[in-house]
């Protein structure tokens, strides 16, 4: 559905984007992450067509964004970080607004307003947007780029703002959308990603660093898997015990105790998981587990060391010129 091929963007000597290749298939639903002046923006610029690239090449739909803007622009919704809205219309006014605009050749009446219902604005499309709350001014602006059932629907910064019940009310419908359009999703809020998206694209200094699914993103640093562990068991005999799993790299006790249980820290060889190890220990050992999560090995911990190993290798490039 989206074809990026080579992407580069240059100002002067400063490369914004730098050899940027990547693909998104239909019905997908992908984070864009990145610092502060990573190049996010600037892909996402030259996605929708307002940004054009200094070569390499983009498609949406089969369609280069460059030799036919109009037609790859019909298969595009966007929804930038801050929504163009027109505060002295209603949403219903507005939503039609956006209708002609996009010379939209659905059927008007029952196109709006099966978008007014997926967005659930029914209940405020006759008010003034100037009126809404920033909840519902976010989802007239999802329901903008929704007008033509564009097939790619980009959002920037989607629950910028929001209070905890809307963030999870726009996440919602963010997954509901994944049913019939393919989504990309651009936000600093990591926890946003891991709830939403099902792939994770990390550029930093023009480049992609990672492109993983969600789940295995945390495959792409150097590291083992990392489990904290509660164990109900005599302390040292479960740690000795934890240290002889095969695949096990460290354990550490932290010394919390619960009751009758004790904590540690399993840290597994690169790509190994052992939780099934250490599930059927203990129970051939008769040592309940009362809890096990994964410890720095969320998409934070991960993004943060991606990142700073990126802007190493560059670092080091740098001097070696």
């Not at 080579?6 to 019905?27: H, Q, T």
Request: a neutral charge; hydrophobic letters at 35%; one cysteine or more.
């Amino acid at each position: 559905m989206i074809k990026v091929q080579n992407l580069v963007k240059r100002y002067g000597s400063n490369y914004a984007l730098n050899d940027v290749s990547f693909e998104i298939g239909e019905g997908e639903i992908v984070g864009l992450l990145g610092p502060n002046g990573a190049g996010k923006s600037t892909a996402m610029n030259i996605l929708t067509g307002y940004l054009s690239s200094t070569s390499g090449e983009v498609y949406i739909n089969g369609v280069n964004i460059l030799d036919g803007p109009i037609e790859a622009k019909k298969n595009i919704g966007f929804l930038p970080e801050q929504p163009p809205l027109y505060p002295e219309m209603t949403v219903t006014e507005y939503l039609n607004f956006v209708y002609e605009l996009k010379s939209c050749e659905l059927e008007r009446e029952p196109h709006i307003a099966e978008i007014i219902s997926v967005t659930k604005l029914g209940e405020v499309k006759d008010r003034l947007i100037r009126n809404l709350s920033k909840g519902n001014k976010q989802r007239v602006g999802i329901a903008q780029a929704l007008i033509g059932d564009p097939k790619v629907v980009i959002f920037d910064e989607p629950t910028i703002g929001l209070d905890p019940k809307q963030i999870i009310a726009v996440r919602n419908l963010l997954r509901t959308l994944a049913r019939r359009h393919t989504v990309v999703l651009s936000t600093h809020i990591l926890a946003e990603v891991q709830a939403v998206c099902e792939r994770v694209i990390i550029i930093n200094k023009g480049k992609i660093i990672a492109d993983e699914r969600t789940e295995d993103i945390v495959k792409t640093i150097e590291d083992g898997y990392r489990y904290k562990v509660k164990v109900c068991g005599p302390a040292r005999e479960v740690e000795l015990a934890l240290r002889k799993i095969n695949g096990v790299k460290t354990v550490e006790s932290t010394g919390e105790r619960d009751l009758d249980s004790f904590s540690y820290i399993i840290e597994s060889e690169k790509s190994i998981d052992v939780r099934k190890s250490v599930f059927n220990l203990c129970v051939s050992n008769n040592w309940p587990i009362i809890g096990m999560e994964p410890h720095g090995t969320d998409l934070e911990t991960v993004f943060i060391r991606l990142v700073d190993r990126s802007d190493g290798v560059s670092e080091t490039k740098k001097r070696r010129k």
